[in-house]
């Protein structure tokens, strides 16, 4: 078992940033994984980031590579994702996800068997 919690979202205009924080507690098991998910308002949950536990492989979905970067502090059991040239289109609440198994899919939320509450992230335009 493990409890996620995120922080870090709120309200930023065009262009602005946001650091968001997940901290990861009562872990019982060392996650292949943590990734980062979206759904914005009306939409399925979406694939943003995802970084091993080793840090050996991140990954990016196509429409934040080099606005977004997910990083880790294992002895602070904190994954990061910070965020910049926010677009509108970001808006969305942003959860954490943890993955127990190598061999599932990094960028399906269904790979991901424990998540934290989320952040609202809102970018004005």
């Known amino acids: 078992q493990v409890q996620l919690v995120e922080s870090g979202g709120g309200l930023v205009q065009t262009g602005g940033s946001l650091n968001l924080s997940c901290v990861a507690s009562g872990r019982t098991f060392t996650p292949d994984a943590m990734g980062w998910f979206r759904q914005p308002p009306g939409k399925e949950r979406e694939f943003v980031a995802t970084?091993?536990?080793?840090?050996?492989?991140?990954l990016y979905a196509e429409h934040v590579k080099g606005r977004f970067t997910i990083s880790r502090d294992n002895a602070k059991d904190t994954v990061y994702l910070q965020m910049n040239s926010l677009k509108p289109e970001d808006t969305a609440v942003y959860y954490c996800g943890a993955k127990r198994l190598r061999s599932s899919d990094y960028g399906l939320p269904r790979s991901y068997e424990h998540w934290g509450q989320g952040t609202r992230v809102t970018v004005s335009s």
């Open positions: 970084i091993t536990w080793s840090g050996s492989l991140s």
